[in-house]
T-cell receptor, first 110, second 113 residues
Framework: QKEVEQNSGPLSVPEGAIASLNCTYS??????FFWYRQYSGKSPELIMS????GDKEDGRFTAQLNKASQYVSLLIRDSQPSDSATYLC??????????FGKGTKLTVNP | KAGVTQTPRYLIKTRGQQVTLSCSPI?????VSWYQQTPGQGLQFLFE???????NKGNFPGRFSGRQFSNSRSEMNVSTLELGDSALYLC????????????FGPGTRLTVT
């Protein structure tokens, strides 16, 4: 089983819709969870971090964590074409290394 | 604050050569991590340095090495380059052990011919 798994997509949503990105992880001892956004040809940009079960909101972004299910998600409300990018889930587990999923490519259609 | 900087941005080398990449972290950040990104494998962790000590290492051959200086700047070296080493090499810095999140530089695009 891969350490961090994401649906590779592509995920396509219309402008204004909610985009839902999902991630599962295998290390039950993981404590820190991150979402990065990577535009084509650019480096990853940290957009959300979450450490406790539940929801964390920042503007149009909401991260959700469920440690019992080993699941973390990112919701993007009112999706904009500028949100089109690859979204990377990253987890720090017991090894204390930041492990990335392979990313989900999101396209927001005007 | 200035972001993470990496030099050079682009490199073309031939098989068998060696290469050194440089990374300057965000001011005040003491942790520097290196990653290799390829279309097939995604982001792969190479190693992490904190206060000049290698704190963690990924599953890469010994041809990949690194170091960190007292001013937190870091270098990564790849010896005896192979075609498969062609990738985007990313450096990321964080203020602590990475639990606060890591901030990436623009990367160095290495092409091995």
């Amino acid at each position: 089983q891969k350490e961090v798994e994401q649906n590779s997509g592509p995920l396509s949503v219309p402008e204004g819709a909610i985009a839902s990105l999902n991630c599962t992880y295998s290390d039950r001892g993981s404590q820190s969870f991150f979402w990065y956004r990577q535009y084509s040809g650019k480096s990853p940009e940290l957009i959300m971090s979450i450490y406790s079960n539940g929801d964390k909101e920042d503007g149009r972004f909401t991260a959700q964590l469920n440690k019992a299910s080993q699941y973390v998600s990112l919701l993007i409300r009112d999706s904009q074409p500028s949100d089109s990018a690859t979204y990377l889930c990253a987890v720090i587990g017991g090894s204390e290394k930041l492990v990335f999923g392979k990313g989900t490519k999101l396209t927001v259609n005007p | 604050k200035a972001g993470v900087t990496q030099t050079p941005r682009y490199l073309i080398k031939t098989r068998g050569q060696q290469v050194t990449l440089s990374c300057s972290p965000i001011s005040g950040h003491r942790s520097v991590s290196w990653y290799q990104q390829t279309p097939g494998q995604g982001l792969q962790f190479l190693f992490e340095y904190f206060s000049e000590t290698q704190r963690n290492k990924g599953n890469f051959p010994g041809r990949f090495s690194g170091r960190q200086f007292s001013n937190s700047r870091s270098e990564m070296n790849v010896s005896t380059l192979e075609l498969g080493d062609s990738a985007l090499y990313l450096c990321a810095s964080s203020s602590g052990r990475g639990g606060n999140g890591q901030y990436f530089g623009p990367g160095t695009r290495l092409t091995v011919t």
